[in-house]
């Protein structure tokens, strides 16, 4: 999958399977996905593609922590590539009411219905089913270019 130019962000919910999503500076989804790795190698072999994939980046976004984000982390040092790392309590604080915090699977649900809406906003193709990896990984790259400063405001299309 080829970026578009123009700096971008790129979010990852981690794991051997991993949610992926690449924002434009202006704050929109460009693509998403799901991506299993399967093993801790072939994942450490794959970032530097992934993140070349994505390319050119101006941020690297990771939800938690570990032996992989470690790979990650690694890799963006490499390439002078700032990372922010935040833990999915943290994003979803932002993003989420409080009631749909309670559980991690309600989380999950809420995480699907607003990624929905990200994903339609920024007039990226709609997903036939999205993972919950994948829409993690998108509201985390919500927060990220609200960190960032790429978008001031939860976009009003997107707010509930």
């Not at 922010?84 to 604080?93: F, G, K, S, Y």
């Not at 559980?103 to 999205?130: E, F």
């Not at 919500?142 to 707010?159: S, T």
């Amino acid at each position: 999958m080829t970026a578009p130019p123009g700096p971008a962000l790129l979010a990852v919910d981690l794991g051997l399977r991993s949610g992926l999503a690449r924002f434009g500076a202006d704050g929109r989804l460009r693509w998403y996905r799901s991506q299993n790795f399967g093993t801790h190698a072939r994942l450490k072999r794959a970032v530097p593609a992934v993140l070349q994939d994505a390319s050119p980046l101006a941020w690297l976004v990771l939800e938690g922590g570990g032996p992989i984000a470690d790979i990650w982390e690694r890799e963006a040092l490499r390439r002078a590539l700032p990372v922010l790392r935040v833990a999915a309590e943290d994003w979803r604080h932002r993003l989420l009411y409080a009631r749909e915090q309670r559980s991690g699977a309600l989380a999950k649900d809420a995480a699907d219905g607003l990624a929905r809406r990200v994903i339609d906003w920024s007039q990226a193709p709609r997903p036939t089913s999205l993972r919950h990896d994948a829409a993690e990984a998108i509201l985390l790259g919500l927060w990220g270019a609200l960190e960032v400063g790429w978008l001031a405001q939860v976009p009003a299309e997107v707010r509930r």
